[in-house]
């Protein structure tokens, strides 16, 4: 498995990422709603996606994703461009591998379904995100979510279990450099189980904010 950024910065202060190069670009009107068994998106360089009329990117809640995917639907070398709208939503079984968020939306990414309804792991490998005004990952119902190799610059909270629920959770960040943030992971939620390995930490300022009951395993952490 190849992504662009290695998370091992060893000696030395991490350096600051920029965005893939763009092969070619599409503007939608229509959320992209992803059902197929092959991967979307190109196998060779990047695609970027920028959303027009689905929302503003500002906080406003309620604006349109700019794609959908739905069970066990993958996607791959996306760039959402400005101004992201909703991001992408997943219903669960999903792998985002070398995606990038130019400037976020409302958020970047969702997990989303019936709040009752385990509904799998999400798999995001590569990739990055600048500038969120607040989340980049908003949680909403039970899942495991892996993060890896994952760059984000200029946001408040990376992850965000949505607030106040108490549902279960899995999250396992293992590489990734996160620059200028509020907090990695914030959850309202006991029974949220963190793992945070091998990653770079500039300027974050309270890295995980969870309730009694929840657990946190760190390790390799390098804070600068
Ligand atoms: C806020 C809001 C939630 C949900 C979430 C989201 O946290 O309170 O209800 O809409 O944003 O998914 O963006
Ligand atoms: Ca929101
Ligand atoms: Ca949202």
């Known amino acids: 498995m190849s992504t662009p950024f290695s998370s091992n910065n060893v000696g030395g202060k991490p350096n600051k990422q920029k965005l893939p190069k763009i092969d070619n670009r599409i503007k939608t009107d229509k959320s992209i709603v992803v059902n197929m068994t092959a991967t979307y998106g190109p196998r060779v360089g990047y695609l970027k996606i920028v959303p027009v009329g689905l929302g503003n990117g500002s906080q406003v809640e309620d604006q349109k ?64 995100a600048w500038k969120a005004a607040d989340k980049v990952i908003q949680i909403n119902v039970p899942c495991t979510l892996k993060l890896i190799d994952f760059y984000a610059e200029d946001f408040g909270r990376l992850i965000r279990v949505n607030g106040g629920k108490k549902f279960p959770v899995t999250i396992e960040i293992i590489g990734g450099h996160f620059r200028n943030g509020t907090s990695i992971v914030r959850s309202d939620s006991p029974s949220t189980n963190v793992t945070c390995k091998n990653c770079d930490f500039v300027n974050i300022k309270d890295p995980f904010i969870l309730p009694k009951g929840a657990k946190l395993k760190e390790s390799d952490i390098r804070k600068f």
């Open 65 to 128: 994703p700019v794609l959908i995917l739905n069970k066990n639907n993958k996607i791959q070398n996306i760039i959402i461009g400005k101004p992201g709208a909703d991001g992408i939503h997943c219903l669960g079984g999903n792998r985002i591998t070398n995606v990038f968020w130019e400037d976020v939306g409302e958020d970047a990414l969702t997990a989303k379904g019936n709040e009752s309804e385990y509904i799998g792991t999400i798999e995001i490998i590569g990739g990055g």
